[in-house]
């Protein structure tokens, strides 16, 4: 089921077709002058996929407020409806990422949802940094690391449902993100509280299906302001190791110190066989979640710099899981992911131009500025051209905010999805 109009879809694409043909073979022609043939670049570019969060297709706030948007999903299969029309103009967002309990409900009519707007799902996110209505232990003080057990056996089953509702739903990875830690030095005992998070996830990780994964996700801070249990890379290396094989890091742009170098930490990850994925987002000051690409474009394609060239070392074995957490709060989160997902293929596309026998020589011979300039002639390179050309191929929008726009699926979806107002503030 489409519920974006296919006609419109069609002639709006017949309308920019010639444009984009012709600007397609001229960057064809460019490129071909480097040795780089441009369908198989766009091939592999319409072979990526991002998964969407459940959670970024409604509006989002701050810790002081949150402006409702209109049309807002009511529930998961409004929101599916919404990942379906980003993945319709898209064409890279096949998979939708469900947070629990945010999105529970019947797995087999989430099943069914899906797969009647041409989805599937992507990885679980378990929630115990947030207490729920009927909760018998508050997660106050922190979940898997709580010092209570009868918290931490709480958070543990909820893991373990999570697990159990992605197996029926066609999911096979688990992502763990808890916001335990503590606000104040002497609070809690750094060691062992630490201890417990880690016997805590063993008890999750015994329970995953043999073709699962588990991705656990460092934040630096946040709800904790003074210490965080998982707080960096490292923290996360030695949980991934210390689990097992099926373990393995989530990188969210977002979690980091200012400043740090996260394509040193992607590099780190995958030289150990330790990246499980990523939450792409961008951000200026702390975690904005900001959409992706919208502050440090170069980052990003410095990320994926890493991960192209990882693949080729390790080929088709190497296969991280994408996908968007961001928070819209100002724009409409259709329009932000759909232009993020791009922004993610775009990296990709982007990364793949790098010259990689030339880089590997300038790097060996130490002439810094050739190898520095090698990545900058990538990064520099309009490769519209090849988006919109993997968009166009695979039943895509050439232009997919214009045609979203045109649509008028906000307006009308609006109509029978009514405005939440609330004084509250909150992330997502
Ligand atoms: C935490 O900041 C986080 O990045 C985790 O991935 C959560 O699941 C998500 O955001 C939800 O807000
Ligand atoms: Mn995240």
Known sequence: ???????????????????????????????????????????????????????????????????????????VFDKLEDCSVINQLTRVTPTVSLHIPWDDENPTELKDKASTLGLRFDAMNSNTFQDQPEQTHSYKFGSLSHSESQTREQAIEHNLRCIDIGKQIGSSALTVWVGDGS????????????????DSLRTVYAALPNDWQLFTEHKMYEPAFYSTVVQDWGTNLLIAQELGEKASCLVDLGHHA???????IVARLIQFKKL???????????????????????????????L??????????????????????????????????I?????????????????????????????????KQAFLTDVEPILAKSRLTNGGAID?????????????????????????????
């Open 276 to 306: 499980g994925g990523f939450h792409f987002n961008d951000s200026k000051y702390g975690d904005d979640d900001l959409d992706t690409a919208a502050i440090d474009p170069f980052r990003l394609f410095l990320v994926f710099n890493e």
């Open 258 to 264: 200012p400043n740090v170098n996260i394509e040193m």
């Open 343 to 375: 922004e993610v293929q775009r990296a990709f596309v982007l990364a793949m131009l790098v010259k990689r026998d030339e880089l590997e020589n300038y790097q060996n011979a130490n002439d810094v500025i050739m190898a520095a300039k090698t990545l």
């Open 183 to 198: 606000n104040f030095p002497g609070q809690s005992n750094l060691t062992k509280q630490f201890e417990r998070y880690l």
């Open 308 to 341: 192209v060239d990882a693949a080729h070392t390790h080929g088709d074995s190497f296969a991280p899981a994408y996908m968007l957490d961001q928070s819209h709060n100002v724009t409409d989160p259709i329009e932000s992911l759909m232009s993020s997902a």
């Open 400 to 428: 997919p905010i214009a045609v979203y726009r045109q649509s008028g699926y906000r307006q009308r979806v609006a109509k029978v999805r009514p405005m939440v107002t609330g004084a509250g503030g909150g992330i997502v």
């Open 1 to 75: 089921m489409k519920l974006i109009d296919i006609g419109l879809v069609d002639d709006t694409n017949k309308n920019l077709t010639e444009h984009l043909n012709s600007d397609y073979d001229a960057l064809g022609e460019k490129l071909s002058r480097h040795a780089i043939d441009i369908d198989e670049i766009t091939k592999k570019a319409s072979q990526l996929a991002v998964a969407v969060p459940s959670w970024g297709v409604g509006t989002g706030g701050t810790r002081f407020a949150r402006f409702p948007g209109i049309g807002e999903p009511r529930h």
